[in-house]
């Protein structure tokens, strides 16, 4: 979000991470986070942010697996493996050391200025699943 607000700009993996975190680990609206970045993206296009975040809602005509949720650390794990985006634009972590970067709140170091996770994610994607899961399959008769 740090890059989203400073520049204007977000790779497109990163609005797909972003966007399910927001609705699927926060549950939260995704015409919130929409209207965001409506706001902040220098490339914003209305079709294509509108379509990208109802993809990753999973609602839709060409929405994205409801059972799809992206976990964050293994996405930065996988798409930033030496750290270099997370220091750039966290420069508090800049010191962690590589084996904590994708989790900095597990290194035993104190690190007064970044906040823990605001949610368990595991926790969070049994909740969303549970949830479309009653959504979208039909009632046992005489529930």
Known sequence: MRQLNQTGYMHNRLR???ASFLVKDLHVDW???ERYFADKLIDYDQ????????????????AQPWFRIFNPVT???????????IRRYLPELAAVPDKFIHAP???????????PPIVDHARARAITL?????AVEPPEPGA
């Open 16 to 18: 797909m991470i972003v």
């Open 31 to 33: 015409r919130w986070g």
């Open 47 to 62: 079709a294509a942010n509108i379509g990208g975040w109802q993809w990753s809602a999973g609602v839709g005509t060409d």
């Open 75 to 85: 996405q930065s794990e996988n798409f930033d493996p030496d750290g270099k985006f």
């Open 105 to 115: 709140w597990m290194h035993a170091a104190n690190l007064a200025d970044y906040p």
């Open 130 to 134: 549970d949830l479309f899961r009653r």
